[in-house]
Nanobody, 133 residues
Framework: QVRLQESGPGLVKPSQTLSLTCTVS??????????YSWLRRPAGKGLEWMGA???????YYNASLRSRASISRDTYKNQFSLQLSSVTPEDTADYVC?????????????????????????WGQGTQVTVSS
């Protein structure tokens, strides 16, 4: 059974960097062809895909967040992390990590509608992050 668990501060001040970690158990981040993503859902809005990291450590980002988002991983701890810089109150949302795939090529992954829940087979519980002074 694959489990994902988000952790990080629930409150971040505007202009600071939001940092979240997803701890994975029951699978390795290096398992071929699976992609681990960060998504978020602001209150009353739809799911937004933020970015992903693949089994080789390659990263992919939503174009609208590319300048502010960074995803990395620690294979020894089997964790992957999200950093989102220069946050504003508009970044207030429920943040969740999820596993999608398998996708057998980068091109296949690129064609996937990343904001569709059906594309993911395992989810974390989500963590609420509020951006406020």
């Amino acid at each position: 059974q694959v489990r994902l668990q988000e952790s990080g501060p629930g409150l971040v001040k505007p202009s600071q960097t939001l940092s979240l970690t997803c701890t994975v158990s029951g699978d390795s981040l290096a398992t071929r062809y699976y992609y681990y993503s960060w998504l978020r859902r602001p209150a009353g809005k739809g799911l937004e895909w933020m970015g992903a990291i693949d089994h080789k450590g390659g990263t992919y980002y939503n174009a609208s967040l590319r300048s502010r988002a960074s995803i990395s991983r620690d294979t020894y701890k089997n964790q992957f992390s999200l950093q989102l810089s220069s946050v504003t109150p508009e970044d207030t949302a429920d943040y969740v990590c999820a596993r999608g795939g398998p996708y057998y090529s980068d091109s296949e992954f690129q064609k996937v509608p990343h904001a569709k829940e059906i594309e993911y087979n395992y989810w974390g519980q989500g963590t609420q992050v509020t951006v406020s002074s």
